[in-house]
């Protein structure tokens, strides 16, 4: 089994920055793909951003330049850096990380954003 904490989400003004972290235990290791999607009211989840063995890195169009993903596999934990924030970037964040064939999700996080 794999659990997947998030934290870091709250209200801040347009232009300003939040930073998401994920932590999650169980059976993953560094090999394990990790990413942050978000979903706001009446739209369907979205991948933000997303991180896979050796690094490599994937994002929407929307958040590219103003987003940046990260990972300690150390501690198992990614990381969200978002900067320039919209309020069309408000939304719960969820976090997602990848087992085999298997998708762990964790309870999501809200990120308003005012303008």
């Given at each position: ?101 298997d998708d762990y999700w964790g309870q999501g996080t809200q990120v308003t954003v005012s303008s």
């Amino acid at each position: 089994q794999v659990q997947v904490v998030e934290s870091g989400g709250g209200l801040v003004q347009a232009g300003g920055s939040l930073r998401l972290s994920c932590a999650a235990s169980g059976s993953i290791d560094s090999r394990n793909a990790m990413g942050w999607y978000r979903q706001a009211p009446g739209k369907q989840r979205e991948l933000v951003a997303r991180i896979a063995k050796f690094g490599f890195t994937d994002y929407a169009d929307i958040v590219k330049g103003r987003f940046t993903i990260s990972r300690d596999n150390r501690k198992n934990t990614v990381y969200l850096q978002m900067n320039s924030l919209k309020p069309e970037d408000t939304a719960v964040y969820y976090c997602n990380v990848q087992v085999r064939s298997d998708d762990y999700w964790g309870q999501g996080t809200q990120v308003t954003v005012s303008s």
